[in-house]
């Protein structure tokens, strides 16, 4: 072709320098004048994409913001429940609930914990603005007449009587009506159950039955919408962007604005209408959704409009926010257009000097360099020849007169990397067949393991059974005997639990164990099991003592895996244990100790014991399969699977397993940390 030979002729007339130089100018020439171009045609464009993926972003953390929040009186209410029907906790003794809640208070981040009795007695933890407690308590062994509210210490001690309240009856209340007219759990909106409270709230309540099924009260968890308001305001909108939530009837949730609302008398859940908002741009906002739809109850999916407000254009975005338990609200943010044009036509401006300035030097700068650019090439290339050397031999280009054309560099170059290309690309085939072939083999392996310990079983189980038989004949038999028969069956015992081992850690690795995860009873499961290990105890002669979190304690677990789980790390307890004791113990973290005060807390267990201990250096190979410890006395020694299995376990079902030990003779602790359930 024309074109290309005229350019191989220039390529040999011109010098390297001279080649890298002017095609970089004619580029960056053509480069300004085209990002000029775009940057005003797509100014408007890169407003709205702007504009709209700053809404996306604020709406989905006010959205999470929300889950998170309303969270937490759901677990509560759960865990509440799960105690009175249990039996733990009984409502109608007044001072022993009015403690249960100020424990709970400790650890919850609510504004308000109570129970409303079905004849009208009263109960509550209510959480100051100061972050101190009062008790709110209507007893009428005490006085039917008057509600009496008290000042708490740090320990739920009652120090003063700060009020007392005449003709107060609770159960008049929205939530008390609602949740006993529904039998289920049910939000309202509004100013909350408990006297002396002051603040807009929304609150949960839940109906509570006995055993027969008659109904006691309704227990109900207060948050204060003014979390919700500074959260919100709290969040950076663009320059002069608002956000705020409403429900289905136009009521104010919470806004970022300047309205600081009580609850009117005459809304349907408290609060004020966002289109009587002294807030414009709230106001303004509210009034263009009633225009464009009417009946808010028709937003059923996101909307992204626009409005003006004083001849200036805003974007909205109106997301609906749903509760599984009732709440129904609408989330509104609402960007001003400017936030974005003075910025994006600044950047167009900015870019096209930036080009402009860019160009200038990069010709000067470039011209300048290109002569260096020369020397490293060369280099580059007979590095590259070196390199090739070592997998292939190479046809070296024949360099006579000492010099090579100035544009020989470059072809040199892409020859001698096309060559080193195709050489790794053999070598990197070569390495992923040999990849290959160790997945099949690890596969074979996994599965020789499996169809062994499945064959061995029933023998080994047969054998044991046969060797008991053996041993309810004891009259046949002389002692020797009769111990060598115990040996087989405890021998027995442990080549079965080696075989069982075997097989879970084969399906674990090829996936074929899927944890039942569902609300465990931890309490419940850790006495089943130390049931299992009594006798083992108490031949041992080993003190067992527990000390468990206020139950009930649920947890998300699969519970046959967590008893698997707790049986094989009591029973390490037990094995390297001579003498001394176990300790067992269940807690749960504290939210203040999360990120955020909204995540919900987790459960530990942990098994502590006085045994034979562990070096430092070598806790972190007990969690690995076949691994036996150096220095460990040889009557302790064992296949080295079993804290393996558990901790694959403890991972199936979402959760940690630790291990620590301050040393030889110095005992051992083992922690499993697993999510809190429900149980409703």
Not at 123 to 136: K, P
């Amino acid at each position: 072709m024309f074109h290309r030979s005229l350019l191989s002729q220039l390529s040999q007339k011109f010098s390297l320098r001279t080649a890298i130089a002017i095609p970089f100018a004619l580029q960056l020439v053509a480069f300004t004048g085209l990002v000029g171009y775009l940057s005003y045609q797509q100014g408007q464009q890169a407003i709205l994409d702007l504009g709209t993926q700053l809404q996306d972003q604020v709406t989905r953390r006010i959205v999470q913001h929300l889950e998170d929040y309303l969270e937490t009186p759901s677990q509560l209410i759960a865990l509440n429940a799960a105690a009175v029907e249990s039996g733990r906790l009984d409502p109608r003794n007044l001072p022993a609930t009015g403690r249960y809640f100020w424990q709970q208070m400790q650890v919850f981040e609510v504004s308000d914990l109570n129970f409303t009795s079905v004849d009208g007695e009263f109960v509550g933890i209510r959480r100051q603005e100061d972050g101190r407690l009062v008790l709110t308590e209507r007893d009428f062994d005490r006085d039917p007449a008057l509600v009496y509210e008290y000042q708490l210490n740090r320990l739920g001690d009652r120090v003063t009587v700060l009020d007392t309240l005449e003709n107060y009856d609770p159960r008049r209340t929205r939530g008390y009506q609602q949740a006993a007219n529904r039998g289920e759990l049910v939000w309202t909106q509004g100013p909350v159950r408990s006297p002396g409270e002051k603040s807009p709230s929304v609150s949960a309540s839940y109906p509570l039955y006995d055993d027969n099924g008659d109904f006691l009260g309704v227990v109900g968890v207060d948050l204060r919408l003014s979390r919700i308001a500074q959260f919100l305001r709290n969040l950076k909108i663009g320059r002069a962007g608002q956000a705020f939530a409403i429900d289905r009837q136009g009521v104010l949730v919470a806004t970022s604005g300047t309205d600081s609302f009580l609850a009117a008398d005459d809304s349907p859940l408290g609060g004020i209408r966002a289109t009587e908002s002294r807030d414009r741009t709230v106001q303004a906002a509210a009034n263009h959704l009633v225009r464009r739809f009417g009946n808010l109850n028709q937003i059923e999916e996101t909307q992204i409009l626009q409005y003006r407000l004083q001849n200036h254009r805003y974007f909205l975005q109106v997301s609906p926010f749903r509760d599984p338990s009732g709440l129904d609200w609408l989330v509104v943010v609402t960007v001003p257009q400017a936030d974005f044009t003075d910025a994006v036509r600044t950047n167009a401006r900015i870019t096209v000097l930036l080009c402009a300035f860019g160009l200038a030097v990069a010709t000067l700068v470039g011209w300048q360099v290109s002569q260096g650019i020369v020397r490293p090439l060369r280099r580059l290339t007979e590095g590259l020849r070196k390199l090739g050397s070592h997998w292939q031999t190479l046809s070296l280009l024949d360099v006579r007169g000492g010099l090579l054309l100035r544009t020989r560099e470059i072809k040199t170059l892409l020859t001698t990397f096309n060559r080193t290309a195709a050489q790794l690309q053999t070598q990197l085939a070569t390495l992923e067949s040999e990849n290959e072939s160790l997945r099949e083999t690890d596969r074979l392996k996994d599965l020789y393991l499996y169809n062994l310990a499945e064959e061995f079983q029933p023998a080994i189980q047969k054998t044991i059974d046969n060797t008991k038989a053996l041993l309810e004949q004891g009259d046949r038999y002389p002692p020797e005997d009769l111990q060598r028969f115990d040996r087989v069956v405890r021998a027995g015992n442990r080549l079965l639990e080696l075989m069982q081992d075997i097989s879970d850690l084969t399906k674990i690795h090829s996936g074929q164990l899927t944890p039942n995860l569902e609300a465990v009873d931890i309490q419940s499961c850790l006495d089943g099991v130390i049931a299992q290990h009594r006798q083992e105890l108490e031949t041992k002669g080993l003190q067992l003592s527990r000390h468990d979190f206020p139950p009930p304690l649920y947890v998300r677990a699969d519970r046959q895996m967590l008893q698997q789980v707790l049986s094989i790390v009591l029973e390490n307890a037990i094995q390297f244990t001579e003498s001394g004791e176990i300790d067992i113990r269940t807690a749960i973290t504290a939210p203040m100790g999360k990120t955020s005060y909204h995540e919900l807390p987790e459960a530990i267990i942990s098994i502590s014991d006085t045994g034979i201990g562990i070096d430092p250096n070598q806790q972190e190979k007990l969690f690995q399969p076949f691994v036996k410890l150096e220095g460990c006395p040889e009557h302790f020694r064992g296949p080295g699977l079993g804290l393996a299995v558990a901790k694959s376990l403890v991972e199936l079902m979402r959760g940690q397993i630790s291990l620590e030990s301050e040393g030889i003779d110095r005992g051992t602790t083992v922690k499993m940390i697993l999510p809190i359930g429900s149980s409703i």
